[in-house]
């Protein structure tokens, strides 16, 4: 057990930068007169998108002189556009995708047409304009995005798994998880509509510390002797949950949200979120409840050995986020 639990921590040492990468590429087309285009590309710099993929100028379109820009997260080139014909019917591309381990939105909004959004990965990197769409393939792109920015964003996933190792009866975890994501779902919607806002460094910080605080709570908790945690777990996880949801919000601004369909993007992120959030939990009680079925006294020494391994890795994140 001992020997699997450091393989574990030196892997995920490894890879820091997964911790919270939620880093896919936004190629945005937006009709801004009659055959006249503005065609945006966004590539994270952490997910290799920047560097090594770039998207494919449609056929019968041209693009004059490209306006690029660099902060410390993301590469941004524009370009105007001139396309002879409607972009309905031709293919998006983007060359290098399959040299990252990335994924790309898309986003075509033609006048007068419904905007049309696909998603783009490795092995499929290509998007095919339609002649009519609905804003549903927006929430479809955006649920799956969700979903996948709590099973990948590690941080987030330690911290509802701590929550499930903290909490003992079924009751209270469902009470701590509902409390975490009203909480995170306000910080998100208040942030991404501009009316929240703090930094995201030390955000991402204060996310990892949280994290730490509840692997604590958990190797110092007794039979008998509830922790502040566990008489509260609802005011705790919804403390920590409103700064989750910054961080949500700030893998959500890189991302970017389709002109036109914000509210159904954002809605439909969060539902993939929250059943990615459903998943895990499940996932979690099913195996708690599958060892003391099996075997009971192995329950502690298990649910320490995850608990040592999701606290060392958190504080690697915490110092690593501020000093960095």
């Known amino acids: ?45 952490k997910s290799g998108l920047a560097s090594r993929a770039t998207p494919v100028v449609p056929n019968g379109c041209t693009v004059g002189t490209p306006q690029r820009t ?3 997260v993301a590469l941004k080139v524009i370009w105007p556009m001139r396309c002879a014909q409607p972009l309905a019917g031709k293919d998006i591309k983007i060359n290098g995708l399959d040299r990252t381990v990335a994924d790309a939105l898309v986003r075509v909004a033609p006048l007068g047409a419904a905007v049309q959004t696909g998603r783009l990965t490795p092995q499929q990197a290509s998007f095919h ?10 929430a479809q792109a955006y649920f799956v995005i969700g979903v996948e920015h709590i099973l990948l964003g590690f941080d987030h996933l330690f911290f509802v798994l701590a929550l499930v190792f ?7 975890t469902l009470g701590a998880v509902t409390a975490f994501t ?9 942030t991404t509509l501009g009316l929240l806002g703090l930094p995201q ?37 919804f403390s920590f949950g409103l700064l989750h949801g910054f961080g949500f919000a700030g893998a959500l601004k890189e991302i970017g949200l389709p002109e036109g369909e914000v509210p159904m993007a954002l809605l439909t ?13 499940a996932l979690a009680l099913a195996v708690l409840a599958l060892i003391r079925r099996v075997w009971a ?28």
Request: glycine share 6%.
């Open 129 to 138: 304009v339609l002649e009519k769409a609905s804003r549903w393939n927006v």
């Open 1 to 45: 057990m001992v020997r699997v639990v450091v393989a574990l921590i030196l892997l995920i040492l490894a890879m820091p930068a997964r911790a919270d990468e939620l880093r896919p590429g936004y190629l945005d087309l937006t009709e801004v007169a009659p055959q006249q285009w503005r065609m945006t590309w966004k590539g994270p710099l």
């Open 182 to 190: 009203v909480a995170h779902s306000i910080t998100l919607v208040g």
């Open 166 to 172: 903290l909490l003992t009866g079924l009751r209270s």
């Open 70 to 72: 660099v902060d410390e």
């Open 201 to 237: 460094k030390p955000v991402e910080s204060v996310i990892a510390l949280s994290i730490v605080f509840l692997a604590v709570e958990i190797v110092k908790s007794k039979p008998g002797e509830l922790r502040f945690s566990q008489r509260a777990p609802w005011l705790v996880s």
């Open 297 to 324: 006294p192995a329950l502690r020494p298990v649910t320490l050995s995850v608990t040592y391994f999701i606290g060392i890795v958190a504080s690697y994140w915490f110092i690593e986020r501020t000093l960095v």
């Open 269 to 281: 992120f969060n539902l993939g979120v929250e059943a990615g959030q459903v998943m895990i939990v």
